[in-house]
Each structure stands twice: as C-alpha cells, then as structure tokens.
C-alpha cells in the first residue's frame, strides 16, 4: 500500500523543471491574478481556509487594488501576503531568477579557489558546512564573499552569493528566496560561523581534529547526537529529519545501539524540527513503539498539473504502471479529490525491539512542524511515551509540496497537492499537537526537566 509517508519525497524534486520553463515576466498586478487563480483551482485547502466567503473575497480585492501601484521589489512581499491567508507552512511564493545578475556571483573559479584555501592564513576562507549548504568564502577586495557549492538546487546555482561578511561584524545574509537579510556574524574557534539565525562548521582547511572529532562535533553543532545522560537515562537530539539527515540518523542509532537498549529511559529533542522525510525517523521506530501504528490516508486533488507531474514520479517499471492506473483515477474525477488507495486508514506493523527504553520522552516545541509532527503522531501511540514541551507548529493536514508555474517566468508557487483524511475530525494545521505536559516559559532547562520527570 502506497501511504502519505512513501510520497512525500517525490514532488519536491520532480516539479521544480516545470516552473522553470514559465512563458513570459509578468508585472505584480498580472501575477497576483495567475497567483490568485492557480491557487482556487488546485490548492487542496483552498475551500476548507475560505468558508467565510465575504473575508477571503475583501482580503482578495483588497490586495488587487493594492498591486495595482506596486514596484517589483514591493510584488513579493504582496504576493506572500495573498499566501500568507491560508497559513499552511507548505504553501509560499517564490521570486525567480533573482540573483542572476553578475554582481552576485562569485568571480573566482572554484579550481583556482581550492588551490588558494590550501595555504591561505585567513581563517574565515575555505569550505564551509550548514545542513544541505556547502559554501566556499573567499576574500574580495572588502568583503569575504560566501559563495555556493553545493545547495538544493531549487533555489540556488553553483557560484552564486549565499552570504558577504564585512570587517565591523556586519553581514548581508541572502535567504532561500535570495532576498536580503542584514545580520551580524561572529567566528567562534576559528571554524564555526554563526549568523542571527544559521550556523556553518568549517570543513576545509581541516580543523586540529581527526576525521571522527569533526563529525562528532558537526552532529552537535547540527543538533543530531546521542548522549548518555546518567546512568538510566540518554538523550537522543533530532533536529531535522532533512534526506540528508537520514544516513546520519541511522548511523548514530548503529553506533549507539547497546547504549539505547540498556537505557532504561529515552529523551528525543525533536524542537525546531521542521520536518523533512520519514524515512529519517523509521528505524528510531521499533525502540519506541509497543505496536502497530495506526494512520489515516490522503486524497489527491485531480487536476491537470498533477498528472502531468505524476508522469514523472517513478523510474521504475512498477511505478510507471502505478502513476498510469492513478492517472486513469484522476481524469475520470477532474477537480474532485481521489483516494488512490483501496482503503481510508493503514496499519503499519512495526515490530519492537527487544530491548529498548521503558520510558520515553518527546521534547516539541512551536518549531516542530510536518514530519517533525508526522513523527510526533506515530510516537504518541506508544504505551510508554510522553509529549513534554508546548504545542507544535501545526502543518501537517496538506502535504507533499510542490512547485507550479502560474505563466510568470518571474515568480514560482511551492503548494501541498493533498489533503489528509483527518480533516475534517482531526485538524491539526494552525492547532498543533498538544502536549501531554505542558512546560511553561518559567522552565528553561526542558532536559533538565525531562529528565527529572523521568527519575523522580
């Protein structure tokens, strides 16, 4: 059976080509009205978020005689207020081609950059690590230039300026939408780099460390360790579920394997956990739970961007056929919602471990958000786990974001295609998970707290 966790890897990657291959720029006020009308037609929230017709249509005419004024770099801003009604997590507009002008891209060959980090004394030059991000710095004239190795490739190109460091601590930070955040920056030991908001480790020129001290300290950094807290009691810290996150995971639950099981109490610190994929969390599973769990399915908006991109979400001669019987599914319910599955709720057997922790606590926080919470769900049907924190973010009844055209070259539309069979018994978007014990603002200490929880 094909459940919501086994899609959502998909969309991400597929449909970014679409959008990239829009007709023509559009001014703010003709991009608004392709916004407004991709998003009533193939949004799978749009009629659940506009039951109050004359609020929504106000909002809408209101925003439309508002563009009518606008400058491009104002059109973004009133293009995510347009989003932004819905509040769904999954659901934002972005600009394109933003940092194509030369002035942000580095003006070095990165043959040319690697020979020159092997000798340089400046500290802040070399190869430089943030989840996902790769980024080298070289130093121009005034500024050191943070420039793009490795990145998704949905929002960046090799070469181009993720961030400029200047002399007095100040920075110009380029968010994933490429636009401009002022920040302050500091360098710490030599090899890590904090911004307001992000943190990158240094990878090359190599710290004073071995191979295993770096990794060891990058997973700290990165909020992704395992820690032995006290005789009965460890700590497992999951700050992402990212697909680059996945390997790392399963190699800190192999390489902590006996430490997990002889630990007669477990904390997970899942706060600030945006989500990311399941596959991250599933082989943290069988030492949490103490049955099968239980899910509800989704359904599928059937419209025409969907099956075009439908098309493309399988290589293999089992999914071709798949997406061909969905495809059939969909073209015969056009603009209803569709259940590709044979039945509304799945059971997942999973079989626990024999040994593993008796007691287990979730950390949450208004930060852990859609498979951060996907995890959150299927953690809470265990007999021996306990929600500690505040509620969660709330994004998870429409998923499986993807890109779309709305017939501008100049903007793009990142926007869920399904919707859970919860809704509408069980929202959770805009609510969160609440917790089982709620820890208040006078706590600071949330594993100190746990973990008095547990051994008191």
């Not at 995510?80 to 060959?109: A, M």
């Amino acid at each position: 059976m094909i459940t919501i966790k086994s899609l959502l890897i998909f969309l991400f990657c597929t449909s970014f080509a679409a959008a990239a291959f829009s007709q023509t720029d559009c001014n703010c006020g003709d991009a608004l009205n392709n916004l407004i009308g991709k998003i009533e037609t193939e949004y799978p929230g749009f009629k659940d978020k506009t039951k109050d017709r004359i609020v929504y249509n106000n909002f809408k005419e209101n925003l439309q005689m508002k563009v009518r004024d606008a400058n491009d770099s104002d059109c973004i801003g009133l293009l995510r207020s347009y989003t932004d009604f819905f509040r769904d997590g999954h659901i934002s507009v972005y600009p394109l081609n933003i940092n194509e002008n030369s002035k942000n891209k580095v003006s070095v060959e990165y043959t040319e950059f690697l020979k020159r980090i092997e000798s340089t004394p400046d500290t802040l030059e070399g190869i430089w690590k943030s989840g996902a991000y790769k980024i080298g710095i070289i130093k121009m004239e005034t500024e050191y230039q943070g420039f793009i190795i490795e990145a998704d490739t949905a929002y960046w190109k090799p070469g181009e300026i993720k961030f400029r460091l200047f002399e007095n601590g100040k920075a110009f930070y380029y968010l994933r939408d490429h636009s401009l955040s002022e920040e302050k920056y500091e360098l710490v030991d030599g090899w890590i780099l904090f911004f307001n908001y992000s943190k990158f480790v240094k990878l090359q020129p190599k710290p004073n460390l071995t191979e295993e001290e770096i990794k060891s300290k990058i997973n700290d950094f990165e909020g992704c360790y395992f820690k032995k807290l006290t005789e009965k009691t460890s700590l497992l810290c999951l700050s992402s579920f990212e697909h680059n996150y996945t390997d790392r995971i399963n190699k800190l639950l192999y390489d902590n394997k006996n430490t997990l099981e002889n630990s007669e109490n477990l904390i997970i610190d899942v706060r600030n956990n945006l989500g990311g994929a399941y596959e991250s969390y599933e082989k943290l599973l069988p030492y949490i739970l103490t049955g099968s769990v239980r899910g509800v399915g989704m359904e599928f908006l059937a419209t025409e961007t969907l099956i075009n991109e439908v098309e493309n979400w399988y290589d293999d001669d089992e999914g071709k056929k798949r997406a061909k019987e969905w495809i059939k599914m969909f073209k015969e319910k056009m603009g209803q919602f569709v259940n590709t599955d044979t039945t509304d709720v799945y059971l997942n057997e999973i079989k626990p471990e024999k040994k593993s922790p008796a007691q287990i606590v979730i950390l949450v926080n208004r930060r852990t958000a859609s498979s951060g919470e996907a995890f959150v769900l299927d953690a809470r049907q265990s007999k021996k786990v306990k929600i500690l924190g505040t509620p969660t973010y709330g994004a998870l009844d429409y998923g499986s974001a993807s890109f779309f055209d709305i017939g501008c070259k100049n903007y793009k539309l990142m926007m869920p295609t399904w919707r859970s069979m919860r809704l509408p018994d069980y929202p959770i978007d805009n609510i969160g998970i609440q917790p089982d014990i709620y820890i208040d603002k006078s706590i600071k200490d949330w594993v100190k707290f746990a973990l008095e929880y547990l051994e008191k």
